[in-house]
């Protein structure tokens, strides 16, 4: 499995950017796609999660209503589209997958960076 995240980038507070995730090597049917980050020196932060099959979304309390998760199954690819975005969600933001509620696969990090 293969994921290649890409669209981070420098961004002023309440811009927007969007992300994404491309992932190949098998069938994604049954499995999670998620997004999250982290800040060093702190613990990796779950951002969005998403069901492959049914497209059910969960989100983290601290992005809720300014971030959206979503894919596309005829490219293998989840987005995470981030609008409002404010200097705490600078980090590095990962893309992984797995299936019975794990996520075994990651891809590489892209920096998002908010400028206040």
């Known amino acids: 499995v293969q994921l290649q995240a890409s669209g981070g980038g420098l961004v002023q507070t309440g811009g927007s950017l969007r992300l994404s995730c491309a992932a190949s090597?098998?069938?994604?049917?049954?499995?999670?796609m998620g997004w999250f980050r982290q800040v060093p020196g702190k613990e990796r932060e779950e951002v969005a999660t998403?069901?492959?099959?049914?497209?059910?979304?969960n989100y983290a309390g601290s992005v809720k209503g300014r971030f959206t998760i979503s894919r596309d199954k005829a490219t293998n690819t989840v987005y995470l589209e981030m609008n409002n975005l404010k200097p705490d969600d600078t980090a590095v933001y990962y893309c992984?997958?797995?299936?019975?509620?794990?996520?075994?696969?990651w891809g590489q990090g892209t920096q998002v960076t908010v400028s206040s």
């Open positions: 090597g098998r069938t994604f049917t049954n499995w999670n």
């Open positions: 992984a997958t797995g299936g019975s509620g794990r996520f075994a696969y």
């Open positions: 998403i069901t492959w099959n049914w497209g059910t979304t």
